[in-house]
């Protein structure tokens, strides 16, 4: 069975995905680090690879940027695909004095303003929590394989902040509980998804840009320099 966005049939993918947004990271991903791999998607290009990562079937696919773009692929990897588990795997703008550029952050909770729950499923929701289950899992590898990570919550947006007309405006219309670490923009509608379908996902972020840093991370850097980032979300999908 295919959908209109994907064209891989039923068992092509892995119990566990790992999501970059950009599909030349997940080729990346499965040139580098998978054994076996093969194509199993490139409808509009949104690579999607599976194959072997010590020996567990593993699957990384693209999903885009933007809420909505998350939130149509992770729907139908859940929902058609019998997909258990989602690691998002991205980058990130920093919102803490502590993080320096590829820092890694693991999101407990994301807030978004916009209105994702309430389009999707009627519900005026704003703020949706990662899996226990799966962030327990990422902290403990992380310590085993001596990746550190940043735990806390982060903003879901739908503009890149660094393209705000005011930045700091946005900030102040954040609920003053939410005290975010980070921001970037598709871990809400994972999120949200996941746990209406009674699934499991985390999102992991690499810091490449900081309202308290200067240097801005390139496009090349983005794609190829968040080994740490990826290297966790492998040696923890192993775990599930």
């Not at 049939?9 to 950009?22: E, L, R, S, Y």
């Not at 072997?52 to 990897?77: D, N, Q, R």
């Not at 005011?166 to 670490?181: A, C, G, H, M, T």
Request: with cysteine; hydrophobic share 40%; proline share 3%.
């Amino acid at each position: 069975m295919s959908t209109p966005h994907n064209e891989a049939n039923i068992g092509d993918f892995a119990k566990t995905v790992i999501m970059p947004g950009d599909p030349l990271r997940a080729k990346y991903i499965a040139e580098n680090f998978l054994e076996d791999y093969r194509l199993v998607n490139s409808v509009r290009g949104m690579y999607a690879y599976t194959g072997k990562y010590k020996g567990k079937e593993i699957s990384v696919m693209a999903h885009g940027m933007g809420m909505p773009s998350m939130g149509i692929y992770c729907y139908e990897l859940y929902k058609f695909y019998n997909v258990e588990n989602i690691i998002r795997i991205g980058s990130c703008g920093g919102y803490s004095k502590d993080l320096k550029l590829f820092d890694v952050i693991l999101s407990e909770s994301v807030y978004t303003e916009g209105n994702f729950a309430l389009t999707f499923n009627n519900d005026d929701c704003h703020i949706a929590n990662s899996s226990s289950v799966l962030n327990d899992i990422v902290s403990q590898t992380s310590d085993e394989i001596h990746i550190p990570i940043v735990k806390g919550n982060t903003i879901c947006t739908d503009m890149v902040d660094f393209y705000m007309s005011d930045v700091n405006k946005f900030l102040d219309r954040i609920p003053s509980n939410i005290n975010p670490i980070g921001a970037e923009m598709e871990a809400f509608s994972l999120f949200y998804i996941a746990n209406t379908l009674g699934k499991k996902a985390c999102c992991l972020m690499s810091v490449v840009d900081s309202l308290y840093i200067d240097k801005v991370a390139t496009s090349e850097e983005r794609q190829n320099g968040l080994t740490n980032m990826i290297k966790l979300a492998l040696e923890s999908s192993i775990r599930f």
